[in-house]
C-alpha cells in the first residue's frame, strides 16, 4: 500500500476532531476526554490503513505532546510524559525477542526443526499438518512476531510441500489435493501457538500490561500455564477437525519425508551456530520459567539472551540495526501502550467500565463473562491485527469485567487470547493472514465459512477446557 491514503487519513482526522469537540461527559476529566480523540484517531487510522502503524504512533504521540493533554500546562512533562512508552521494560522485552528471533532465522535452526518433523510425520497430510505445527509449536515462545515466524520459516516449508505434491497455486483444480488444507491448518495453529506463551506475538505483552495497570500480575510462567491445557486441546484437534470437515484429496504423502531428507542433506550438518542458538533457546526458557526464584524478569533475561548471541558471533549489531520489525514495533507499541496506559491513569477507563459494569451489575459474573468474552472476539472482523484490537478494547472491556465480579486474571489472560485466536475469522484478521491467503490456495468464501467455525471450536475449547483447568489452578 502507498505510505499515505490521503481520503482515509482525512477521515481519520474528522474522527478525531468529532471526539475532541465532544464536551467530556460528566466524571470524565477533559484532557482524559482529548487524550481517548487522540487514541481513537490513532487507531482508526490504523484500521483504514491510513498511513503504516509507525506513521500514526508518531501523529500520536506528538499530538500528545503538543496539546499537552498529558500535562496541562506543562510542555516539558508533556513530552517527557508523550515519551514515556519508550522506557517500558515489556516494550523492549518484545523488541528483544525480535532480534533473537533473528537467530533462528539467520542460522537455519528454525527451517531444520521444520523440515525434522516433516520427515518423521510426513507419511501423510495429517501427519504433515502436525509436523508443520509441532515447528511452529516450538518456535513460537522465542518469537514474537507470528507474522515472522509463519512467513520466514513455516510458509515457505508448507508451499514448497504443496507444490511438490502436485498442489499448484495457479492451477485452482489441485487446490484442495492438499494445498488448501496445510493452508487453513498452518495458519489456524500459528494463531493457537501465539497465545500459549506471552512472548508468541506481540498483542500478549501488550495485553499484560493494560491487566497490570489494573492490578493484576502476570508472568511468562502463569500465562503460559493458565493457556497450556485449552491451547494444547485446541493443537491437537484443530488438524482433525480440519480434516474432517475440509479434508484434502491427498490422503497419503509418502514423498513428502524423502523430500525433507533431501533438504535437511542440502543444509548439511547442524553447525556450531545452531548449536550457540539452541543453548542459547533453552537458557532465555529457564529465565523466563524460572527467573523468579533469582529476581530476574522476564525483559533482563531477553537481554542476557542476545548478549549471548552477540558475543558468541551467531548475531552482529549490524543484524540488530537492520531488524526493521523489531524497531517498528517499538515505535507504535510505544505510542499505542503510552496512550492505553494513560487512559487508565488518567480515569477513563475506570470510569467507562463502571458505567458499562453500572448497566450489567443486574448479572451474575458467571453470565456476564462469556458476554464480555464473545462481544470482545466477533468485534475482532473490524480489525486488522490482535494489537489495533487489544489497544482499543482490551482495557475497557476487562474493566468491565472487574467491576461485575470476574475473576480477574482468568479474563486478563482469556481476553488476550481472544484477540489472536479470532484472527481465524478473515483474510484479514492477523498478520500472517494476508501471506497464507495469497497463496490462492484457499478461496475468501471457504476462508470466512471456515473460519468462523473456527472460531466457535476455539471459544468452545477455552470455556470448557479452559475453564476446568482454570478451576483446578484456582483462578476461579
Same mark, same amino acid.
Given at each position: 500500500?502507498?505510505?499515505?491514503?490521503?481520503?482515509?487519513?482525512?477521515?481519520?482526522?474528522?474522527?478525531?476532531?468529532?471526539?475532541?469537540?465532544?464536551?467530556?461527559?460528566?466524571?470524565?476529566?477533559?484532557?482524559?476526554?482529548?487524550?481517548?480523540?487522540?487514541?481513537?484517531?490513532?487507531?482508526?487510522?490504523?484500521?483504514?490503513?491510513?498511513?503504516?502503524?509507525?506513521?500514526?504512533?508518531?501523529?500520536?504521540?506528538?499530538?500528545?505532546?503538543?496539546?499537552?493533554?498529558?500535562?496541562?500546562?506543562?510542555?516539558?512533562?508533556?513530552?517527557?510524559?508523550?515519551?514515556?512508552?519508550?522506557?517500558?521494560?515489556?516494550?523492549?522485552?518484545?523488541?528483544?525477542?525480535?532480534?533473537?528471533?533473528?537467530?533462528?532465522?539467520?542460522?537455519?535452526?528454525?527451517?531444520?526443526?521444520?523440515?525434522?518433523? @516433516?520427515?518423521?510425520?510426513?507419511?501423510?497430510?495429517?501427519? %504433515? =499438518?502436525? !509436523? /508443520?505445527?509441532?515447528?511452529? $509449536? +516450538?518456535?513460537?515462545?522465542?518469537?514474537?512476531?507470528?507474522?515472522?515466524?509463519?512467513?520466514?520459516?513455516?510458509?515457505?516449508?508448507?508451499?514448497?510441500?504443496?507444490?511438490?505434491?502436485?498442489?499448484?497455486?495457479?492451477?485452482?483444480?489441485?487446490?484442495?489435493?492438499?494445498?488448501?488444507?496445510?493452508?487453513?491448518?498452518?495458519?489456524?495453529?500459528?494463531?493457537?501457538?501465539?497465545?500459549?506463551?506471552?512472548?508468541?506475538?506481540?498483542?500478549?505483552?501488550?495485553?499484560?500490561?493494560?491487566?497490570?495497570?489494573?492490578?493484576?500480575? @502476570?508472568?511468562?510462567?502463569?500465562?503460559?500455564?493458565?493457556? %497450556? =491445557?485449552? !491451547? /494444547?486441546?485446541?493443537?491437537? $484437534? +484443530?488438524?482433525?477437525?480440519?480434516?474432517?470437515?475440509?479434508?484434502?484429496?491427498?490422503?497419503?504423502?509418502?514423498?513428502?519425508?524423502?523430500?525433507?531428507?533431501?533438504?535437511?542433506?542440502?543444509?548439511?550438518?547442524?553447525?556450531?551456530?545452531?548449536?550457540?542458538?539452541?543453548?542459547?533457546?533453552?537458557?532465555?526458557?529457564?529465565?523466563?520459567?524460572?527467573?523468579?526464584?533469582?529476581?530476574?524478569?522476564?525483559?533482563?533475561?531477553?537481554?542476557?539472551?542476545?548478549?549471548?548471541?552477540?558475543?558468541?558471533?551467531?548475531?552482529?549489531?549490524?543484524?540488530?540495526?537492520?531488524?526493521?520489525?523489531?524497531?517498528?514495533?517499538?515505535?507504535?507499541?510505544?505510542?499505542?501502550?503510552?496512550?492505553?496506559?494513560?487512559?487508565?491513569?488518567?480515569?477513563?477507563?475506570?470510569?467507562?467500565?463502571?458505567?458499562?459494569?453500572?448497566?450489567?451489575?443486574?448479572?451474575?459474573?458467571?453470565?456476564?463473562?462469556?458476554?464480555?468474552?464473545?462481544?470482545?472476539?466477533?468485534?475482532?472482523?473490524?480489525?486488522?491485527?490482535?494489537?489495533?484490537?487489544?489497544?482499543?478494547?482490551?482495557?475497557?472491556?476487562?474493566?468491565?469485567?472487574?467491576?461485575?465480579?470476574?475473576?480477574?486474571?482468568?479474563?486478563?489472560?482469556?481476553?488476550?487470547?481472544?484477540?489472536?485466536?479470532?484472527?481465524?475469522?478473515?483474510?484479514?484478521?492477523?498478520?500472517?493472514?494476508?501471506?497464507?491467503?495469497?497463496?490462492?490456495?484457499?478461496?475468501?468464501?471457504?476462508?470466512?465459512?471456515?473460519?468462523?467455525?473456527?472460531?466457535?471450536?476455539?471459544?468452545?475449547?477455552?470455556?470448557?477446557?479452559?475453564?476446568?483447568?482454570?478451576?483446578?489452578?484456582?483462578?476461579?
Amino acid at each position: 500500500m502507498k505510505e499515505i491514503r490521503p481520503t482515509a487519513l482525512l477521515i481519520t482526522v474528522i474522527i478525531g476532531l468529532i471526539i475532541w469537540f465532544i464536551p467530556a461527559p460528566e466524571g470524565v476529566k477533559p484532557n482524559a476526554w482529548h487524550l481517548l480523540a487522540i487514541f481513537l484517531g490513532t487507531i482508526f487510522g490504523i484500521i483504514l490503513k491510513a498511513a503504516s502503524m509507525g506513521t500514526m504512533a508518531m501523529l500520536g504521540i506528538t499530538l500528545c505532546a503538543a496539546t499537552q493533554v498529558l500535562a496541562p500546562g506543562d510542555p516539558v512533562h508533556a513530552v517527557t510524559n508523550a515519551l514515556s512508552g519508550f522506557g517500558n521494560s515489556t516494550i523492549w522485552l518484545i523488541g528483544l525477542a525480535f532480534f533473537i528471533a533473528r537467530g533462528f532465522i539467520k542460522t537455519g535452526l528454525g527451517t531444520r526443526l521444520a523440515y525434522n518433523f @516433516i520427515r518423521i510425520f510426513g507419511k501423510g497430510s495429517l501427519g %504433515l =499438518a502436525y !509436523g /508443520l505445527n509441532t515447528a511452529d $509449536l +516450538l518456535l513460537a515462545p522465542a518469537i514474537p512476531s507470528n507474522t515472522a515466524r509463519a512467513g520466514g520459516v513455516i510458509f515457505p516449508i508448507m508451499k514448497s510441500i504443496a507444490i511438490n505434491m502436485g498442489s499448484h497455486p495457479d492451477k485452482p483444480e489441485t487446490h484442495r489435493k492438499i494445498g488448501a488444507f496445510l493452508t487453513l491448518g498452518s495458519y489456524n495453529a500459528n494463531m493457537i501457538t501465539s497465545v500459549m506463551f506471552l512472548t508468541a506475538t506481540a498483542s500478549n505483552p501488550m495485553a499484560q500490561k493494560f491487566a497490570k495497570d489494573l492490578g493484576i500480575t @502476570i508472568t511468562w510462567t502463569s500465562w503460559a500455564i493458565a493457556a %497450556l =491445557a485449552p !491451547g /494444547l486441546v485446541c493443537f491437537l $484437534l +484443530l488438524p482433525l477437525l480440519l480434516y474432517k470437515f475440509f479434508p484434502p484429496e491427498l490422503k497419503k504423502t509418502k514423498e513428502a519425508p524423502k523430500m525433507a531428507a533431501e533438504k535437511l542433506k542440502e543444509m548439511g550438518p547442524v553447525s556450531l551456530q545452531e548449536w550457540l542458538m539452541v543453548a542459547t533457546f533453552i537458557i532465555l526458557l529457564v529465565l523466563w520459567i524460572f527467573g523468579n526464584l533469582f529476581s530476574i524478569d522476564a525483559t533482563t533475561g531477553a537481554l542476557i539472551g542476545l548478549c549471548i548471541l552477540l558475543l558468541s558471533g551467531v548475531l552482529t549489531w549490524e543484524d540488530v540495526k537492520a531488524e526493521k520489525g523489531a524497531w517498528d514495533t517499538i515505535v507504535w507499541f510505544s505510542s499505542l501502550v503510552m496512550m492505553g496506559s494513560y487512559l487508565n491513569s488518567l480515569g477513563f477507563v475506570g470510569w467507562f467500565g463502571n458505567l458499562i459494569g453500572g448497566k450489567m451489575a443486574h448479572l451474575s459474573w458467571q453470565l456476564a463473562f462469556p458476554i464480555i468474552i464473545v462481544v470482545y472476539s466477533y468485534c475482532h472482523y473490524m480489525f486488522a491485527s490482535a494489537t489495533a484490537q487489544a489497544a482499543a478494547m482490551y482495557p475497557v472491556f476487562l474493566a468491565v469485567g472487574i467491576a461485575v465480579g470476574v475473576p480477574g486474571t482468568m479474563l486478563a489472560i482469556f481476553l488476550g487470547a481472544c484477540a489472536t485466536l479470532m484472527g481465524s475469522l478473515t483474510h484479514y484478521g492477523h498478520g500472517p493472514a494476508p501471506i497464507f491467503f495469497g497463496s490462492t490456495y484457499v478461496d475468501m468464501k471457504d476462508w470466512w465459512k471456515h473460519g468462523f467455525f473456527i472460531s466457535v471450536f476455539f471459544l468452545a475449547i477455552w470455556f470448557v477446557v479452559g475453564g476446568l483447568w482454570w478451576k483446578l489452578l484456582g483462578l476461579w
